[in-house]
């Protein structure tokens, strides 16, 4: 009797092999989330950003009790980002909540940045991201300052009161 023992598979076979099995949901979702990463370094290496740090810390343990008290299972996570501004700015980049450091120092108490940052979550729950016209700019001749004074963060009026009505349930549920 004959048997064929199956070679072994090897790390970039067994690597190619996983990627080939992954759903199309999946590998949208891993497109989403380097657009969105590439974004945010943009902003990050142009100073706009803040490097990771202990604010975006606190403001994702806020976001993570909205998800929590609401039983949210949003995939990716939300991630929650410090832009260096002093203007009253807030605004996400697919699942990265971003508040500058002028509206974060204006806030009173936990309760005013939960109804700030529940905005932003009714916002990535009720639009759908939109990384990828910006995603992957540094392939292009195109400087991160010229791309971030073409990004739009305006939404129909329909879909800003859907997002209102959402971070009001939120905030209903929340601590």
């Not at 598979?9 to 969105?36: I, K």
């Not at 976001?63 to 700015?89: F, G, H, Q």
């Not at 932003?120 to 195109?142: M, P, Y």
């Amino acid at each position: 009797m004959l048997t064929y023992d199956r070679p072994p598979v090897s790390a970039p076979l067994n690597q190619e092999l996983q990627e080939q099995e992954r759903s199309p949901l999946e590998a949208e979702r891993e497109w989403r989330s380097q657009a969105e990463n590439t974004v945010i370094d943009s902003l990050e290496r142009v100073g706009l950003l803040a490097p990771p740090g202990a604010a975006d810390k606190v403001l994702g343990t806020v976001v993570n009790n909205l998800e929590v008290t609401n039983n949210l299972d949003i995939e990716p996570d939300v991630r929650c980002r410090v832009m260096l501004t002093a203007t009253l700015e807030m605004f996400s980049i697919g699942h990265t909540i971003v508040l500058s450091r002028g509206l974060i120092d204006v806030l009173p108490d936990e309760a005013s940045l939960a109804t700030m940052l529940a905005q932003e979550l009714a916002d990535i729950i009720v639009t759908k991201t939109s990384t990828d016209q910006w995603g992957f700019n540094d392939t292009t001749v195109v400087s991160s300052a010229d791309a971030l004074s073409h990004f739009s963060f305006r939404e129909s009026p329909e879909r800003v009161q859907q997002a209102y009505q959402k971070a009001l349930e939120l905030l209903k549920n929340s601590p």
